[in-house]
């Protein structure tokens, strides 16, 4: 049987315009509850007097999740016909940030709630300017509590056009746009009568129809040399060169080559303990081993294939920095990072912009980055590193800056500086 797709969706809004009722209702009207719960919290409501709401089961289920260990937000997870979905509720979305750009987390696609009444807030644009460094794909936005305009056609389109305008103006186009009442459950499965005036598909069907394409597989090959194993065979003291595939696929006999040192090669072997195969791809941790037997290959090298695109080799480039820390990032102080698997020495040596997160639009200067402060950096390290740009190959145009054992700002390479580069 064919393993069952499943989509991470990721909501986002300001507090109150109705995120959790919205997953309640949709986790209560695709029949993903565990057994009984929704009777349950129905039940204790009417026990205790209170009036139930659907945004009580995702605190319960919040609840049962927290059992034993911290989460910073709720998995929920519901599923259809077609396939399974996980809805990863990003409330304290700075760590959310820093997990997508940090490829800890993944995310296919994102609901934004807004609350018709309320309108748009910062969030709600800090929110739409992050999706778009981040680069989901499928952006849907859920204008919520319709009940609370009178299903007002007028009022959903002028926040419809109020928003859209704010998302072009951040590079995310083709964003649908669906008229809600969570509460209610009206068009989140069910259609409802007083949305008549709204012809468009329901949440549920425009969640179906979003396509995944990991783009992995095809690719041109990267590899993070992450770990160089010795080990003897007869005489030889060999190694195994062990990593995970990034992008693209790899088969016996390809030519390798080795960045930032240049060095080339062929694969000799392919291992996914305990088996030898002919090739892997995308996703797979493997080991390999190659036709010389070089002592160069250290952990940190990148790998990509002869003919193919080459990384770019550089000790200068352009990236976007998001700031964690409390103090803040100073020009020309050194840092700590790695890069792919690359530890790394840089710093910024030039603040191109900072950008205000809540107005994408503003854009001011200043000579360091504060907590939170995403900006356009010039970054210079203490020697060439080996890397990608972020709008081709995202994971291996990523990196993340250390402070003794945690992470104080992480990053998307955009582009190499100088046309000094080294050529392979
Ligand atoms: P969150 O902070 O975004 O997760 O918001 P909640 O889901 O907790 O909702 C905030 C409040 O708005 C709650 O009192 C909900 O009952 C209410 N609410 C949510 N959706 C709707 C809706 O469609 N219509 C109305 N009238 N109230 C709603």
Redesign the pocket.
């Known amino acids: 049987t064919k393993r069952r797709e499943q989509v991470t969706i990721v909501s986002i809004?300001h507090?109150?315009?109705?995120?959790?009722?919205?997953i309640g209702r949709l986790l209560a009207d695709t029949n993903s509850l565990p057994e009984g719960k929704l009777e349950a919290i129905k039940a204790y409501c009417e026990k205790n007097a209170k009036v139930f709401?659907y945004?009580f089961l995702l605190d319960a289920l919040k609840e049962e999740q927290a059992q034993g260990i911290t989460i910073d937000a709720a998995r929920c997870f519901f599923k259809t016909d077609k396939r399974d979905y996980l809805i990863i509720d990003a409330p304290g979305h700075f760590e959310f940030v820093k997990n997508m750009i940090t490829g800890a987390s993944r995310a296919d696609a994102s609901i934004i709630?807004i609350d018709a009444k309320e309108g748009i807030r910062e969030n709600t644009k800090r929110h739409g300017y992050l999706l778009s460094i981040l680069g989901i794909a499928n952006v849907c936005v859920a204008v919520?509590?319709m009940?609370?305009v009178n299903y007002e056609e007028k009022i959903f389109r002028s926040l419809q056009e109020e928003y859209t305008g704010f998302l072009s103006s951040v590079g995310i186009t083709e964003v649908s746009f669906i008229p809600?009442?969570?509460?209610?459950g009206e068009n989140i499965v069910h259609r409802s009568e007083n949305l008549r005036w709204f012809s468009g598909r329901t949440l549920l069907e425009e969640i179906e129809q979003w396509k995944l394409e990991d783009e992995s597989p095809k690719k041109d090959f990267r590899l993070f040399v992450q770990d160089v194993y010795k080990f003897t065979e007869g005489q030889d003291e060999r190694r195994i060169i062990a990593g995970t595939i990034d992008y693209g696929e790899i088969h016996v006999g390809d030519r390798v080559v080795f960045s930032p040192s240049g060095k080339k090669s062929h694969i000799e072997t392919i291992e996914i303990f305990p088996h030898s195969l002919e090739r892997a791809y995308a996703g797979q941790s493997i080991g390999l081993t190659i036709s010389d037997n070089f002592y160069y290959v250290s952990p940190g090298e990148l790998l990509s294939k002869e003919g193919e695109k080459e990384p770019y080799v550089s000790k200068r480039f352009l990236a976007h920095v998001f700031w964690i820390e409390n103090a803040p990032l100073l020009v020309n102080k050194p840092y700590q990072a790695k890069i792919g698997t690359q530890n790394v020495v840089l710093r910024i040596t030039n603040i191109q912009k900072v950008i205000d997160s809540t107005d994408p639009q503003n854009i001011t200067n200043k000579d360091k980055l504060e907590r939170y402060d995403i900006g356009v950096c010039v970054i210079e390290n203490t020697k060439p590193v080996v890397f990608d740009a972020g709008k081709d190959f995202k994971k291996t145009a990523r990196f993340v800056i250390i402070n003794e054992y945690h992470i104080s700002g992480c990053g998307i390479i955009l582009e190499p500086l100088e046309d000094k580069f080294v050529s392979l």
Do not use: M, P, Q
């Open positions: 809004g507090v109150d315009h109705g995120k959790s009722t919205l709401e945004a709630v919520n509590k009940d609370l809600i009442s969570a509460r209610n």
